[in-house]
């Protein structure tokens, strides 16, 4: 079996993909996409991704055949159900639905303000796009903050790394690029570091991937 990661060093959704494969342990082969260049709208990838986004995982098995998945959630998901061990999906069906639920604040509540495509709209219409996307990401982290408070543990949800955390450690590292301040983020930092101490998550930073720009 071969796993193939089409990925972009900076994008956050492909950050998640490459913490959750680490989490399982699977190796993969790295294709670099250039969205800054546009290579995500070339023929070649939208014939594996119709919508042109990263990332895009590409499966071959030991039979040949290959499957192809896009959108970071369920390629999570997926990678949790094939194959199990360890859980990024809590077993606790109130746990799980909160696990989503945090996960889902950063990938419809947050992520999408500060995405590139996004952000050059904001920035066309004359508006200063940082100041525009400041308050969003500062409202929704503080509603990411009070659920895992509500809930929990040394991680986001319980004791363990979840699908919540795949999705909080791309987040701060993004908030950082926008000079959010984390400051009133105490216990999401400690999380972050909690994760960063492993290398599923110390692996999968932007700044170790092939196609990273060095400052």
């Known amino acids: 079996m071969k796993l193939v990661l089409h990925s972009y060093w900076r994008s956050s959704a492909s950050h998640r993909v490459r913490i959750g494969l680490g989490l399982k342990q699977l190796p993969y082969d790295y294709v670099a996409v250039d969205i800054t260049k546009g290579e995500q ?7 594996r991704n119709p919508s042109g986004q990263v990332p895009t995982l590409e499966i071959t098995e030991d039979d040949g055949e290959r499957i192809t998945l896009t959108q970071s959630l369920p390629i999570l998901e997926y990678l949790d159900e094939r194959w199990p061990d360890p859980p990024i999906l809590p077993s606790d069906p109130y746990l799980r639905a909160r696990a989503r639920a945090l996960a889902e604040i950063v990938n419809a509540g947050l992520q999408p303000f500060q995405n590139l495509p996004t952000l050059r ?45 795949c999705c909080l450690v791309p987040q701060l590292a993004g ?16 999380i972050e570091a909690r994760c960063l101490a492993l290398p599923a998550f110390a692996d999968a930073m932007p700044h170790h991937q092939p196609d990273a720009v060095k400052s």
Do not use: N, Q
């Open 175 to 190: 908030a950082r690029r926008f000079h959010i301040d984390l400051g009133p983020h105490d216990r999401l930092l400690a």
């Open 121 to 165: 709209r904001v920035k066309a219409l004359g508006t200063d796009e940082e100041a525009w996307m400041k308050p969003l990401l500062t409202d929704g982290l503080a509603a990411f903050g009070k659920i895992v408070a509500e809930v929990g543990g040394t991680f986001c949800v319980g004791d363990a790394p979840t699908i919540a955390d």
């Open 41 to 47: 709208h070339s023929d070649a990838y939208r014939a």
